[in-house]
C-alpha cells in the first residue's frame, strides 16, 4: 500500500522498507504492518494529544513524573515547549515501559526503535503468522481460561515486581500469540502478550497505582471469569497489592486468590480518626455530666 505520510521519514532513514497493511486505528494510535529487510513488523503512530481522550491526558499529566525541571515547568504553564515535552514523554513512556518489561521477563513486543512519533516493534502473530487476535475475539475453554489467567496474574506480579502498573490491562490489549517451543516442546502453544502501555505507571511513585493494579486484575478476572466460573469469586487484586505493600512480593511469591485484611493493611487514618471521634464524645460526656 501507499505509505501514509507518518511514516515517510522511517523509509527515508531505512528503518521500514514497505508498508504491507493497516491493522488497527485505535483511541490512541494508528497500527501498520510493515517490512524490514526480510522482517515484518509493527509500526504504531501516535496521534496527536489532541486527537486523544481527555481522561487519559489528565491520568497522565497528574502521573508523570519528569526529571528535567525545565520541562517539568514547561508543562506546568501549558506553553508550547510544555505541550512538545508533554507528548514526547507519553509516546516515550510506552517505549520506556517495553524495555523495562522485556528486561523483566514479560512477555511484551520487543521494541526496535521510536523515531519520529512512531514506535517499531515485533509484530505479534498467531499460528499462521498473521497478526495475532485479541483475548476479545477468542474464546476458551474452562481449562485453557484457568491456565491463561493464571499466566497473566503471574505477568502482572512480574510488572510489580519491576515497578510497573500496566494501567489499561483487559481482554483487548492482550494478544494471543502463537509462542515457540520451549525445550522440550516440539510445536509451541499459544500464550498471551501484554500489548499497549503508554498510560503505565511507576508503582512506588503513583498516587493511582493501587487503584490501576486492582482494576487490571478484575479485570482479567471478569474476562476469564465468563470461561471458567470459578475465577469469579478470586481476590488476586487485593492479594497481591498487599504482599507488595508488606515487602514480600517476589516473582515466585505462591499466591491463593483469597485475600484476608491482615494489620498491615488497617487504613491508619481511618483509625486515628475513630480515636478522635471517642475522645470528643467522651469529653462532651464528661462535660455534661459536670454540668448536671
Ligand atoms: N505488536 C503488535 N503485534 C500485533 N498486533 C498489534 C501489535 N500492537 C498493536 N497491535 C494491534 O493494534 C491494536 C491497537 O494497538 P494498541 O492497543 O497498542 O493501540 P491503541 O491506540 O491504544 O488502541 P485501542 O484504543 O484500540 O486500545 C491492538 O488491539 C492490536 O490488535
Ligand atoms: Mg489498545
Redesign the pocket.
Known amino acids: 500500500m501507499k505509505a501514509p505520510p507518518r511514516l515517510q521519514s522511517l523509509i527515508e532513514e531505512g528503518l521500514i522498507d514497505t508498508v504491507v497493511r493497516q491493522?488497527?486505528?485505535?483511541?490512541?494510535?494508528?497500527?501498520y504492518v510493515v517490512r524490514c529487510g526480510d522482517e515484518t513488523r509493527?509500526a504504531?503512530i501516535y496521534?496527536e494529544a489532541n486527537n486523544r481522550s481527555f481522561r487519559q491526558a489528565v491520568d497522565y499529566t497528574e502521573n508523570r513524573k519528569v526529571k528535567n525541571s525545565r520541562s517539568a515547568r514547561a508543562m506546568a504553564k501549558g506553553s508550547k515547549f510544555g505541550r512538545q515535552e508533554q507528548e514526547a514523554a507519553w509516546q516515550s513512556a510506552e517505549v520506556d515501559a517495553l524495555y523495562r518489561l522485556a528486561a523483566a521477563g514479560v512477555r511484551v513486543?520487543q521494541p526496535y526503535n521510536f523515531h519520529d512519533g512512531v514506535l517499531l516493534?515485533?509484530?505479534?502473530?498467531d499460528a499462521h503468522g498473521d497478526?495475532?487476535?485479541?483475548l476479545n475475539d477468542v474464546s476458551f475453554t474452562p481449562e485453557d481460561a484457568r491456565t491463561h489467567h493464571a499466566t497473566l496474574v503471574a505477568e502482572v506480579v512480574r510488572m510489580l515486581c519491576a515497578g510497573v502498573v500496566h494501567g489499561?490491562l483487559s481482554e483487548?490489549?492482550i494478544?494471543l500469540a502463537h509462542l515457540p517451543g520451549t525445550e522440550g516442546e516440539e510445536v509451541g502453544h499459544d500464550g498471551p502478550?501484554i500489548?499497549?502501555l503508554?498510560q503505565a505507571v511507576d508503582a512506588a511513585g503513583n498516587n493511582h497505582a493501587q487503584r490501576m493494579l486492582l482494576r487490571d486484575v478484575a479485570n482479567l478476572r471478569d474476562f476469564f471469569g465468563q470461561f471458567a466460573p470459578e475465577l469469579r469469586t478470586t481476590q488476586y487484586g487485593p492479594e497481591i497489592w498487599s504482599l507488595y505493600q508488606s515487602g514480600l512480593l517476589s516473582n515466585e511469591t505462591p499466591l491463593t486468590g483469597i485475600y484476608a485484611p491482615t494489620h498491615a493493611d488497617v487504613d491508619m487514618q481511618a483509625v486515628l480518626r475513630e480515636i478522635d471521634d471517642a475522645r470528643d464524645e467522651d469529653a462532651a460526656r464528661r462535660l455534661r455530666m459536670a454540668a448536671g
Open positions: 491493522l488497527m486505528s485505535g483511541k490512541e494510535a494508528m497500527v509493527c504504531k496521534k513486543p516493534m515485533e509484530l505479534v502473530t497478526a495475532a487476535p485479541r489499561d483487548f490489549n494478544l502478550v500489548i499497549d503508554p
